[in-house]
């Protein structure tokens, strides 16, 4: 329904409402179609005031409504209205209403409002990350760094991942500031980045720079370039990073996920203790491989061809150079069907080894189990990012050397169709292998330079690829 575009009386809102097909749900339909067409906030204040006249009430879903529209608007005084009825009416208010007027008020000049109110449902429940960041926007536009840091770091120890968005926020508002404890601060966020294998994007990797250069009598300078294929940078010459483990550290790694993720309580959850002790006597056996492969993941590579082709593909392409494969399959590839075909699979496993595991089974154990006992040569393919596994691991210290490793390890394929060259598609080979790099993909310091890898698109976080482009900060 189309709502009216000036305020109406209540006369008005009656016929109205007899005429619209189902009177009883005619306000909240009414109200969600004024957000939906930004009215004005007169017109629905006309149909509240009409509301509270003939039921002497206003439900807490219409109120929501409303508030959503003047918050929408910015609204202010409006906004304070609401929560001063909501206040006196509830006593306490749901998180998406506290979400809404945290998000009008930090908008205004009435921001301190929204810190308040932060305050208020901390009393109740865990803020939700929305709310901390809106919190920690209007502090720093109001160049209140200490506050936006003091926010940010309880929302950390609230385990509220932060988004890029609020990081970018904090290198944005800034510039130009001076100070140790800021500095010390924003080298926090770039830790962080770190520590947690995240890539900023192209915008956020122009905030960090302009940061850098904007720090008074610090003679930082920001160029964006390629690493080279030995992991020298182009710029100023720096080594990057080693992407592999000293032999301590990764005999570390290997017990700690043989314990914690393979033998850990949430092991067999997804697959019988038979099965697994099936599986590690058949790679016992066979050991070591160079590559362990997931093959119902890089079955699914590319959609115009078959499971089994896709799959008869990656192992081709990998068989070169005698390397010593293992395919981790499932039993309902070995059913002659259109997409697992017989003579395809009979070739495959004269080039890999095989183990078919239950239909059910949960790849990612036997993928790590297969990949740690081969040894430090040993790489894996997938496309995923084994992020459930990371959670399992209990100190942050090992999940480093997990995502090094990881990094170091992976192999990731592209199709290439995703390509330019799609016309001459017959022609090229069907995936592209993505060599797992020599060096570390990660954020890095050296004192006086720093190295940041980044995206060029906002992308998923669980995307597979690596960034191959950086920025490079040095220290004149
Ligand atoms: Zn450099």
Known sequence: ????????????????????????????????????CNSPVDVAKSLLTHVAKSHGDIAYSLLIKYLALCVQQGKTSEILD??????????????????????????????????????????????????????????????????????????????????LDVMQAFFDFSRGMKGAELQKELFGILFYLRDNQIYPHKTFMQ???????????????????????????????????DSSLTEEEYNNLRERIIRDVIHGTDTFRKTSPQEFEAFQTFVENRLPFDIVIDGLNVSHMQLRQTQCENLFNAVNCLAKGNARLLVLGRKHMLTNSSNWRKDLMKEMQDK?????????????????????????HCKFVTRDFLRDHKACLSDSGTRHLFRKWQRGHQIAFYSSAEGKHINFLMFLPLFIQQPALRYDCVVQTTGDTWHIPYKNIFEEKYSYQIPRKWLCIQQK
Not at 211 to 231: L, M, V, Y
């Open 1 to 36: 329904i189309q709502p009216p575009e000036k305020p109406l009386q209540s006369e008005e809102w009656n016929s109205l409402r007899e005429s619209f097909s189902s009177p009883e749900i005619f306000e909240e339909v009414m109200l969600n179609s004024m957000v939906k």
């Open 82 to 163: 609401v929560y001063d009825i909501m206040k006196i009416r509830f006593k306490i208010l749901e998180s998406g209403a506290y979400n809404l007027l945290i998000r009008g008020l930090s908008n205004s000049d009435q921001w301190r409002m929204a810190l308040t109110l932060l305050e208020e449902i901390k009393k109740i429940m865990i803020p939700s990350r929305t709310s901390y960041e809106l919190c920690i926007k209007a502090a720093s536009r109001h160049q209140e760094m200490n506050l936006a840091f003091e926010l940010y770091h309880e929302m950390l120890d609230k385990n509220l991942a932060p988004t």
């Open 207 to 241: 905030s960090i720079k302009l940061w850098f250069e904007s720090i008074p009598g610090e003679n930082w300078r920001g160029h964006q370039t390629n690493i080279k294929d030995s992991g020298k940078c182009p710029v100023c010459n720096h080594q990057l990073e």
């Open 352 to 376: 890999a080894d095989f183990f078919f595991a239950e239909n059910i089974s949960e790849d990612d154990t036997f993928l790590l189990y297969a990949t740690l006992r081969s040894g430090k």
